[in-house]
T-cell receptor, first 114, second 114 residues
Framework: RKEVEQDPGPFNVPEGATVAFNCTYSNSASQSFFWYRQDCRKEPKLLMSVYSSGNEDGRFTAQLNRASQYISLLIRDSKLSDSATYLCVVNNGFYGGSQGNLIFGKGTKLSVKP | NAGVTQTPKFQVLKTGQSMTLQCAQDMNHEYMSWYRQDPGMGLRLIHYSVGAGITDQGEVPNGYNVSRSTTEDFPLRLLSAAPSQTSVYFC?????????????FGPGTRLTVL
């Protein structure tokens, strides 16, 4: 089983749709969780961290289920500008001692159409 | 702040040539990393550093060397380029304090080895 697995997509949705991204991770000792966004031929950028209690940032909602080792990202009222690849990222170690333990999923591509 | 800068943006090498990819950050981050991104493979960690003078191997270190003589700079050296090293290379710097952290990526170097 891969360490971080995402639906490869692509997801093609109309503007205004709600889109859900799912991610599972294999290491139950994983410490922290993130969603990154990567535009075509650009570098990844942090979209949001994912907290145990769930968190929301405008149209974006992230959820974590440690028991199921499952992370989700929900985008409501999607915009054309949301078109990008969304990367699920897991930190398997104590950051200070093993910063290199950020594990990236392969990403899910989203295309929002007018 | 310039953030994370990488040079060159594009490079073509012949098999067996060596070269150094440059990376610099001006955010005074302790942690720096090098990743490669290949189609269908996601981001994979090559080497990382938790501070000046300290480096360690990531998931795919073979064929690459790094050094960290200053906090700001983290160059990646390809010893003898091979076609399998054709990829997009991203450098990142990061902080982690009080349970929060974020990785900042450079714009990437697109390397082709013929």
């Amino acid at each position: 089983r891969k360490e971080v697995e995402q639906d490869p997509g692509p997801f093609n949705v109309p503007e205004g749709a709600t889109v859900a991204f799912n991610c599972t991770y294999s290491n139950s000792a994983s410490q922290s969780f993130f969603w990154y966004r990567q535009d075509c031929r650009k570098e990844p950028k942090l979209l949001m961290s994912v907290y145990s209690s769930g968190n929301e940032d405008g149209r974006f909602t992230a959820q974590l289920n440690r028991a199921s080792q499952y992370i989700s990202l929900l985008i409501r009222d999607s915009k054309l500008s949301d078109s990008a690849t969304y990367l699920c990222v897991v930190n398997n170690g104590f950051y200070g001692g093993s910063q290199g333990n950020l594990i990236f999923g392969k990403g899910t591509k989203l295309s929002v159409k007018p | 702040n310039a953030g994370v800068t990488q040079t060159p943006k594009f490079q073509v090498l012949k098999t067996g040539q060596s070269m150094t990819l440059q990376c610099a950050q001006d955010m005074n981050h302790e942690y720096m990393s090098w990743y490669r991104q290949d189609p269908g493979m996601g981001l994979r960690l090559i080497h990382y550093s938790v501070g000046a003078g300290i480096t360690d191997q990531g998931e795919v270190p073979n064929g690459y060397n790094v050094s960290r003589s200053t906090t700001e700079d983290f160059p990646l050296r390809l010893l003898s380029a091979a076609p399998s090293q054709t990829s997009v290379y991203f450098c990142a710097s990061s902080y982690y304090r009080g349970g929060q952290g974020e990785q900042f990526f450079g714009p990437g170097t697109r390397l082709t080895v013929l």
